[in-house]
C-alpha cells in the first residue's frame, strides 16, 4: 500500500506540472534547433568599394623619419585587412636602435550608416585615438574631434598619405589650431614596401 500510494502521489503531480515541464522541453528543443542554423551563417564578404579606399596602404612597409633632435628614426608597419576584408588593422613598431620602444595598433573601418572611415588607435605609452574620414579624401586622410591643448587652444589632429605609388607613400601627423585652415607637421614617416 505504501508503494501505492508513493507512486499514485507522484504520478499525480507529474500530470500537475506536465503542461509546465512540456513547456520548458519544448523551448529547450526550439533552442537547440537554432543553434546550428545560427552558427552555420556566413558573414556578409565585403563587397563595398569605399571599403577599398585604404587598400593602397595594406602590406608590410619599413619606416623611417627624422626625429625632434634630428636623429634618425626607424620603424615597421604591417597593415591586412582581417574579418572578412571589413578591417584594416595596423601593427606599428619603432625599430630605432636605442630608441623607446613605442608601438601601437590600429583598427579601421569604412561605417556605411555614417558614410565614414573610423580608426580607433592604442598604444603602449597608453594612448587611445579616435578618428574619422571621409573615404574620398584628397589626400586620404582621418582626423581627431576638436579638444582643447594645452595653451588652451582648440586643436584638431590629423593623419594624412601622400605621394602614394605602389612602393612607398609619405604619413604626416598634422595639428591645426585654426579649424583646419592650415596643419603643422609633427611627424613625417617615409614608407617604403618591405621586400
Known amino acids: 500500500m505504501g508503494r501505492e500510494a508513493g507512486g499514485g502521489f507522484f504520478a499525480r503531480h507529474l500530470i500537475a506540472y506536465l503542461p509546465l515541464v512540456m513547456r520548458y522541453v519544448l ?25 577599398a579606399a585604404l587598400d593602397f596602404w595594406l602590406g608590410t612597409w619599413d619606416l623611417t623619419w627624422t626625429n625632434a633632435d634630428g636623429s634618425d628614426g626607424k620603424g615597421t608597419n604591417t597593415i ?50 579616435l578618428f574619422t574620414g571621409t573615404p574620398d579624401a584628397e589626400p586620404m586622410e582621418v582626423r581627431t574631434a576638436p579638444f582643447q591643448n594645452p595653451q588652451g587652444q582648440t586643436q584638431i589632429n590629423r ?29 613625417v614617416v617615409a614608407y617604403t614596401r618591405a621586400e
Open 159 to 187: 593623419m594624412t598619405w601622400t605621394d602614394v605609388t605602389d612602393d612607398a607613400l609619405t604619413w604626416r601627423w598634422q595639428r591645426s589650431t585654426d579649424d583646419g585652415a592650415t596643419w603643422t607637421d609633427m611627424w
Open 80 to 129: 591586412a585587412k582581417t574579418l572578412g576584408g571589413w578591417v584594416v588593422l595596423e601593427d606599428f613598431q619603432d625599430t630605432t636602435p636605442g630608441g623607446t620602444g613605442f608601438a601601437g595598433q590600429s583598427v579601421s573601418v569604412f561605417d556605411a550608416r555614417s558614410g565614414l572611415w573610423k580608426q580607433t588607435w592604442v598604444d603602449n605609452a597608453g594612448g587611445y585615438l
Open 27 to 51: 523551448q529547450l528543443l526550439a533552442l537547440l534547433l537554432l543553434v546550428p542554423v545560427a552558427s552555420s551563417q556566413q558573414p556578409t564578404p565585403c563587397t563595398q568599394p569605399e571599403v
